[in-house]
């Protein structure tokens, strides 16, 4: 079974730019979670999909948003790089948009750097 | 709001020692615990768990107990290996918080041969 997939792997922008980010749950998990693991402020929580719709979001700004597409497939934008947003940034995806026994499965993540 | 505090690395152990990575967490109700571990260059796996108090979640030869009365998920493992050398997270969530992960700032574990 293939696991959670994003790409790219590495990403360079320059301030002002606008990224793109993509991730492929596991087949059959509906729900995708997007993550933030910047340098020294560990991994924080940034927006959760499920069934094509935005169920919750962390305490980020306006600029990074995102989407579901029909197959579950998810994309992460973020708009108006500005050099903070440089981070390591994880997707996961787990089989049903419950907390207690629906563990969530990452994928390798795409690193962002903004010069 | 919730939280979630472990020991601060890095860790650096010499092969077949005992490991204890401390975890404590705040949080209203029963949430559920995890350990997460990054492997060098790889994204986060799911290591073990548990969902309610007093379970014990164990893999790989790692196992950490949730122990609600002092509100701690330690993980220990009983001789490390070199290929144990990763950084680890613990986590948790609640339902209430829809999904949404809470996670600890990571440990670095090195493991020396």
């Known amino acids: 079974e293939a696991g959670v997939t994003q790409s790219p792997t590495h990403l360079i922008k320059t301030r002002g730019q606008q990224a793109t980010l993509r991730c492929s749950p596991i087949?059959?998990?509906?729900?995708v979670y997007w993550y933030q693991q910047a340098l020294g402020l560990g991994l924080q929580f940034l927006l959760w999909?499920?069934?094509?719709?935005?169920?919750n979001r962390g305490n980020f700004p306006p600029r990074f948003s995102g989407r579901q597409f029909p197959n579950y497939s998810s994309e992460l934008n973020v708009n108006a790089l500005e050099l903070e947003d440089s981070a390591l940034y994880l997707c996961a995806s787990s089989l049903v948009p419950t907390g207690a026994n629906q563990p969530q499965h990452f994928g390798d993540g795409t690193r962002l750097s903004i010069l | 709001g919730d939280s979630v505090t472990q020991m601060e690395g890095p860790v650096t152990l010499s092969e077949e020692a005992f490991l204890t990575i401390n975890c404590t967490y705040t949080?209203?109700?029963?949430?559920?615990l995890f350990w997460y571990v990054q492997y060098p260059g790889e994204g986060l796996q799911l290591l073990l768990k548990?969902?309610?108090?007093?379970d014990k979640g164990s893999n790989k030869g790692f196992e950490a107990t949730y122990r609600k009365e002092t509100t701690s998920f330690h993980l220990e493992k009983g001789s490390v290996q070199v290929s144990d050398s990763a950084v680890y997270f613990c986590?948790?969530?609640?339902?209430?918080?829809?999904?949404?992960?809470?996670f600890g700032s990571g440990t670095r574990l090195s493991i020396r041969p």
């Open positions: 087949s059959g998990h509906t729900s």
């Open positions: 949080a209203t109700g029963y949430p559920s």
């Open positions: 986590a948790l969530m609640r339902f209430s918080s829809a999904s949404k992960i809470i």
């Open positions: 548990a969902t309610k108090a007093d």
């Open positions: 999909y499920d069934e094509g719709e935005e169920r």
